[in-house]
């Protein structure tokens, strides 16, 4: 079971920028799949962007063109940046490692991230 830990939420404004990692003590790291979730109060956990093996990565329709995911995979991290930021991307960001997306993979605690004037 690897050790992931989320690191990078805070309270920023609306409009504002964060940026989230996640750390993860698994090797080699480049064989796995990483993908950001978040669970807002009274909501179930929802997918907002992953980045896999092969280098591709999506992205929820509601964070398109806003947040960008990416890798360095020499430092076993993932990152989030997350630009222009509103009160509904308020939640817990957590971040998801597996080999393969069929498997329910391994989840850190999350980091919060609440956005408000």
């Known amino acids: 079971q690897a050790n992931v830990v989320e690191s990078g939420g805070g309270l920023v404004q609306p409009g504002g920028s964060l940026r989230l990692s996640c750390v993860a003590s698994?090797?080699?790291?480049?064989?796995?799949?990483v993908g950001w979730y978040r669970q807002a109060p009274g909501k179930q956990r929802e997918f907002v962007a992953h980045?896999?093996?092969?280098?591709?990565?999506a992205y929820a329709d509601s964070v398109q063109a806003r947040f960008t995911i990416s890798r360095d995979n020499a430092k076993n991290t993932v990152y989030l940046q997350m630009n222009n930021l509103k009160p509904e991307d308020t939640a817990v960001y957590y971040c998801?490692?597996?080999?393969?997306?069929?498997?329910?993979?391994?989840w850190g605690p999350g980091t919060q991230v609440t956005v408000s004037s």
């Open positions: 998801n490692v597996r080999i393969s997306l069929d498997q329910p993979g391994d």
């Open positions: 698994i090797s080699p790291f480049n064989i796995y799949n």
């Open positions: 980045t896999l093996t092969r280098g591709n990565t």
